[in-house]
């Protein structure tokens, strides 16, 4: 029983640090290929969108993502 517990808990703590790898990276929203969901330093989801030279950005709401607060902005 022991066994199957730290092989369990092992599993878990790889699947959290590959979470962790990846939660930072903007995520594509939707079907439009210049906008994107990322997080401020506050922990707000912040939802982008690119027209030729010019990037709009806005607090979004119901995102797709979950952030967190930064603590080194």
Known sequence: MRKILIAALT???IAFA???????E???AGSSP???????????PIY??????TTTCYIGKN???ACT???NC
């Open 48 to 53: 982008c969108c690119r027209s030729g030279n």
């Open 34 to 44: 210049n906008c994107w969901w990322t997080c401020d330093c506050a922990g707000n």
């Open 63 to 65: 995102a797709p993502i």
């Open 69 to 71: 607060q930064g603590y």
């Open 26 to 28: 903007p995520q594509a």
């Open 11 to 13: 599993v878990f703590a």
């Open 18 to 24: 590959i979470g962790l790898m990846t939660a930072d």
